[in-house]
């Protein structure tokens, strides 16, 4: 068999609503599909991490760059083309685009992998620990409005979450340390005393303010404190874990074994989240994973995109082992947004309805058991939403 093709499709919409988070307020949603043909006429699809953009140049990288390179090899090569393309690219970037690009050719190839061989990826990667995974639903996003409305949305948007079916909820802070503060109380009202919530600052912060919050977050029991600072700022990371009793979790601007290595030694996270779709694929992953048990560090993956991204996640996390093992392990989760997602919800020809499958099954959604990452695209929804590069 030999690959014959490589295309991009970047989708793009407007949202119904502009949201934000520490960063930056966005008003399209985008998603990034990597198709990979061979002569046999088995096709596999794979996804980037990377909005609005980021996704358009990342298409230059999969169709300019690594396609010629990948044009002619058998997909069933998967290891053989990661090592050829990231020698090709990495005296041009070791972490970022590059990676995010190869990303989506690398779980395309999987997908194709499993269909082959008429199995569900994570059979491939050594079979499914459960059969359904227990999901978050983050939401709580910033809007253009002021403190006040933000903390009576923030408290209703939490309590809706939990009533959603969810088994957990995570929130955005940004306004600043102070506010952020009044935001996370809010969410705590929302939820009540039994239930956990998360804050992600997405690097928003410098450490004295991280530690400020941090400290709220303590007397909240917020379950974890997420990019608290820059993703560079190992040491910040590692004084913040030892200083603060929450949980200190990041990684999912992190990068391939070599960069995932150097995080795990500086001891910052109790948690690990990597992104599939982001770090360099399946392939990757499953290097990084092993990477971070090897530290016992859990992992609960960074999950954004698409139902192809979602659907590739539910695989990875059917195949996590415990860590740490026993009578009672906690779970990894299925991060899940809960603002409108139409790449998510009407992409596929059968539609995963996780929101559904949360509602009826106790939080949790099962994992696809159709060959590869088990979800297939419609093609005529690619058409209405693909935007040229
Ligand atoms: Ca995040």
Redesign the pocket.
């Known amino acids: 068999m030999k690959i014959t093709k490589v295309t991009s499709h970047v989708l793009q919409c407007d949202m119904p609503e502009e949201l934000g988070y520490s960063q930056q307020y966005y008003s399209k949603r985008t998603a990034h599909l990597v198709e990979v043909e061979t002569d046999e006429g088995v096709t596999g699809w794979g996804e980037c991490f990377g909005p609005g953009n980021v996704a358009l140049a990342n298409k230059g990288i999969v169709e300019k760059v690594i396609q010629p390179m990948a044009l002619g090899h058998d997909p069933l090569d998967r290891d053989v083309i990661w090592h050829k393309a990231y020698n090709l690219m990495r005296d041009h970037g070791q972490k970022g685009m590059p990676l995010q690009a190869l990303s989506g050719v690398d779980i395309a190839l999987w997908d194709i992998a499993g269909k082959v061989a008429g199995l569900p990826v994570s059979k491939l990667i050594g079979g499914a620990f459960r059969e359904s995974v227990p999901a978050y639903g983050y939401g709580m996003m910033l809007k253009r409005e002021d403190v006040a409305s933000h903390v009576a949305r923030f408290e209703d948007e939490a309590a809706r979450i939990k009533a959603m079916g969810f088994v957990a909820t995570k929130m955005k802070v940004g306004l600043g340390a102070r506010d952020d503060v009044k935001l996370a109380a809010a969410v705590r009202r929302g939820v009540g005393d039994d239930f956990d919530f998360m804050v992600?600052a997405?690097h928003g912060y410098t450490t004295a303010d991280a530690f400020y919050v941090g400290r709220a977050l303590e007397e909240l029991g917020a379950y974890w404190f997420?990019?608290p600072v820059a993703p560079e700022d190992h040491a910040s990371y590692r004084e913040l874990r030892a200083g603060l009793k929450v949980n200190i979790a990041g990684g999912?601007a992190e990068f391939s074994r070599w960069g995932w290595k150097a995080l795990l030694e500086s001891r910052g996270l109790d948690i690990a989240q990597p992104e599939v779709c982001a770090l360099g694929g399946i392939s990757e992953y499953l290097r990084v994973l092993a990477l971070c048990h090897s530290h016992f560090t859990p992992v609960v993956n960074?999950v954004w995109g698409s139902a192809v991204a979602v659907a590739t996640n539910l695989q990875l996390l059917a195949a996590m082992p415990p860590l740490p093992g026993g009578l009672f392990p906690r779970e990894p989760w299925l991060e899940f947004d809960t603002t409108e997602n139409r790449f998510r919800d009407e992409l596929l020809e059968e539609p995963l309805d996780i929101q559904g499958q949360v509602a009826r099954n106790g939080g949790r959604v099962a994992v696809p058991m159709a060959p590869g990452i088990g979800v297939e695209p419609d093609r005529a929804f690619i058409r209405r939403f693909e935007v040229e590069g």
Request: aromatic share 0%; net charge negative; proline share 0%.
């Open positions: 992600d997405n997420e990019e999912e960074h």
